[in-house]
């Protein structure tokens, strides 16, 4: 059983709006950390947002004030809504977990160990 699922991803044009959700095989919430990555073609994979336990969010920097990063234990799914996208935003958004440890949640790849397979957003300008 895949233990994260992403979906939601598409083309939008820059200005827009999408929600990328990531269903858990397993109860989210026993998650210490879980977060949103995306890796542009070229370059290397980058850290989006990150959600802990207590619900602690963090963002980089070139998304706040327009992506936000939430989570429903009910549903075992963590959600991203993507607000004024850019050009800039266009890469393939992986969702990622880690299953223990604190709730200290950098958005550095070492510090999360189950990935999902990823969903494409493309933002045209």
């Known amino acids: 059983q895949v233990p994260l699922v992403e979906s939601g991803g598409g083309s939008v044009q820059a200005g827009g709006s999408l929600r990328l959700s990531c269903a858990a095989s397993?109860?989210?919430?026993?998650?210490?950390?879980v977060g949103w990555f995306r890796q542009a073609p070229g370059k290397e994979r980058q850290g989006v947002a990150s959600i802990n336990y207590y619900d602690t969010t963090t963002y980089t920097d070139s998304v706040k004030g327009r992506f936000t990063i939430s989570k429903d234990n009910a549903k075992n799914t963590l959600y991203l809504q993507m607000n004024g996208v850019k050009p800039e935003d266009t890469a393939m958004y992986y969702c990622a977990a880690r299953k223990s440890g604190g709730t200290w949640c950098p958005i550095g790849q070492d510090y999360f160990d189950t990935w999902g397979q990823g969903t494409q957003v493309t933002v045209s300008s």
């Open positions: 397993s109860s989210i919430y026993n998650y210490p950390c």
